[in-house]
Structures are given as structure tokens and as C-alpha cells.
């Protein structure tokens, strides 16, 4: 089924005050009531009309329908959320007397993008009075308790901060469009991509019924140092060819401070060694795995070319013999 836009059928904003939407749906109901409009589609547009206006003049029927979001488009396909139409409202038929122009006729049912949101019922009774045909013929009976939709949101941490726990302060949207604040405690150890629950700070539930979750799901802000392979650290290390060669002691940093690290004599670029418990911690606690990287010297002076003279001609070194050159 298509998108109702109910904003756009009243011609208002999606922050419009309810003012603002009475005004809007009674000139237009006078421009298109059936009884005295001249227009082609009087009687499809004033239905319109009066099914927008009777979700957006109610503030829960209201708050029910933004909770679908502000990216829709009318006209855009629509999947309802689940659960859609059993947590809102059902509405029966019933005179409901109001002032205007026409007879006391029966008008239509609601459309099924109406009726998926707020459950199915009746069509119009008698309006009675001189009342006008539309959606004010109908009354409301509230559904019981619901549980209102849980939310989505992402939270982006340092390394440090996963490394040590933090806490953290988030703007979220209100289902009437403001904002909210809520404080956040981020657990040591958590790793990227896990979704942190938050009970009962999600959307407010309907008639009672309780909030539904917010669920944080935690991303890395990029490191200078490290990279987060689950709960492993991994980290480049660089080393002259000499202590690639002949074997050192290094200094290494983690997220822990700097420990020493022992690098094999004949190591190659690439070579990988793992200190142990260094990465995120939890159960189990990760490690931090360091790949090391030759770094060769520049020959930018007479002395620096004439020591790799040197080793050219007391090196006899090849190590591209295995590829047949």
C-alpha cells in the first residue's frame, strides 16, 4: 500500500501546533465538502481530509503515526511496522453530531493504510443533525496497554574508551520532534558492532503500556595506532633492517602503556608476534598482535650510499632468486 503523508494533506509542517491544524482542515473541509464544493474529486478529498485530520488532532493517534518516521514520502510504498494496528486505536461506528452543511448520509470507511495503523472497524453511521459526512462521524474506543517501539541509534567511541569504560551524553529525536538527552555508560571491554541495550529509553508506550529499548550499536572512531580486530588489537610495527636482522628489544605501545617486545634475529616485514592479554578486555581478553615492517634508511648523504656500497659488495643478497631472476 502507498504512504499517507497527513502533513501534506492539510498543507502543514510536521511541527504544526494543533491550532495550526484545526485551522488548516476546516478551510479546506469547507473548500471541498461535498454539499457545496464544485470540484471534481469534492467528495475523495474531503474524505482525505477528514482522515488526516483525525489522526493528527489527536495527540496519541498523533504521536502513533510519527513514530514511522520523516523519511516517507506520500506515495512511496509502505510495510508497516509490526504490530501495527494493535497498539494504536480501534474506532466503530457512531453518531458523532457536528455542525455544517448536508444531510445525515453515511460516508466511507477509512483507507488501509488507516486502518493498518489503527485497526479496522465499522463504516460511518448515521451523522444525524445536519452533521457533515466525513471522519468526525466516527468515535474512539482505546486499545489496551502497548509497548511503545524500540529505538536505534549509533554511538561512536575511542579505542581508549572500550579499553577503560566511559560514559557519554546523546541527543535523541522525541516522537513530538524535540530533542532528549540521556546519559550512557559504555561497559570496558565492549567491541565494535555490539549493541549496547538501554531499557525502557525507547519510544513512549501507548495507554499506559510501557517504553520499549534504545539500542546503541557502538562504532570506533579511527585510531593513529591501533585497529580493533574483535577484542584483538592489531598494530605495524617499524624496525631498521638491523634489528630485523640481528634481533632487539623494543618498546611497543598498547592502550595499557608501553611494554617491551622482543624481536626475533631474522625477522622479515610481515612477521607477526602477539602480546598476550594487550588487546580489549572480557572474556576472554583479547590480545594486541604486532606485524612488523622493514623500514629501510635513506641514502641521502656520501656516508649513508657509501654504507650500502658496502653491503651490496660484502652482502651478496638476492631475494627475488626463488622467482627465477
Do not use: C
Not at 457536528?98 to 444531510?103: A, N, R, T, V, Y
Amino acid at each position: 500500500m502507498d504512504f499517507k503523508d497527513y502533513y501534506a494533506t492539510l498543507g502543514v509542517s510536521r511541527e504544526a501546533s494543533a491550532d495550526e491544524i484545526k485551522r488548516a482542515y476546516r478551510k479546506l473541509a469547507r473548500k471541498y465538502h461535498p454539499d457545496v464544493s464544485k470540484e471534481s474529486d469534492a467528495e475523495a478529498r474531503f474524505k482525505e481530509l477528514g482522515e488526516a485530520y483525525e489522526v493528527l488532532k489527536d495527540p496519541e493517534k498523533r504521536t502513533a503515526y510519527d513514530q514511522l518516521g520523516a523519511n516517507w514520502k506520500a506515495g512511496q510504498e509502505f510495510r508497516p511496522p509490526p504490530g501495527a494496528g494493535a497498539r494504536g486505536f480501534r474506532y466503530s461506528s457512531g453518531g458523532s453530531p457536528g455542525g455544517g452543511p448536508g444531510g445525515g448520509e453515511q460516508f466511507g470507511e477509512f483507507s488501509d493504510f488507516f486502518e493498518t495503523l489503527f485497526g479496522r472497524g465499522g463504516q460511518a453511521g448515521d451523522m444525524g443533525g445536519g452533521g457533515p459526512r466525513g471522519a468526525q462521524g466516527f468515535h474512539f474506543r482505546q486499545a489496551g496497554p502497548s509497548r511503545g517501539e524500540d529505538q536505534q541509534a549509533r554511538v561512536q567511541i575511542s579505542l581508549e574508551d572500550a579499553f577503560r569504560g566511559a560514559s557519554r551524553t546523546l541527543e535523541l529525536r522525541a516522537p513530538d520532534g524535540g530533542r532528549r538527552s540521556i546519559r550512557v555508560a559504555i561497559p570496558r571491554g565492549v567491541t565494535e558492532g555490539q549493541r549496547i541495550r538501554l531499557a525502557g529509553q525507547g519510544l513512549p508506550g501507548f495507554n499506559g503500556g510501557p517504553a520499549g529499548d534504545l539500542f546503541l550499536e557502538v562504532t570506533f572512531e579511527p585510531h593513529p595506532l591501533f585497529e580493533a580486530e574483535g577484542r584483538n588489537l592489531l598494530l605495524t610495527l617499524p624496525v631498521t633492517p638491523w634489528e630485523a636482522a640481528l634481533g632487539a628489544t623494543l618498546g611497543v605501545p598498547t592502550l595499557g602503556g608501553r611494554v617491551d617486545l622482543k624481536i626475533p634475529a631474522g625477522s622479515q616485514s610481515g612477521r607477526r608476534l602477539r602480546l598476550k592479554g594487550r588487546g580489549l578486555p572480557g572474556s576472554p581478553v583479547g590480545d594486541q598482535i604486532v606485524t612488523l615492517r622493514i623500514d629501510t634508511p635513506p641514502a641521502d648523504s656520501p656516508e649513508a650510499r657509501g654504507v650500502y656500497e658496502e653491503m651490496r659488495s660484502k652482502l651478496p643478497f638476492n631475494p627475488r632468486k626463488d622467482m627465477g631472476g
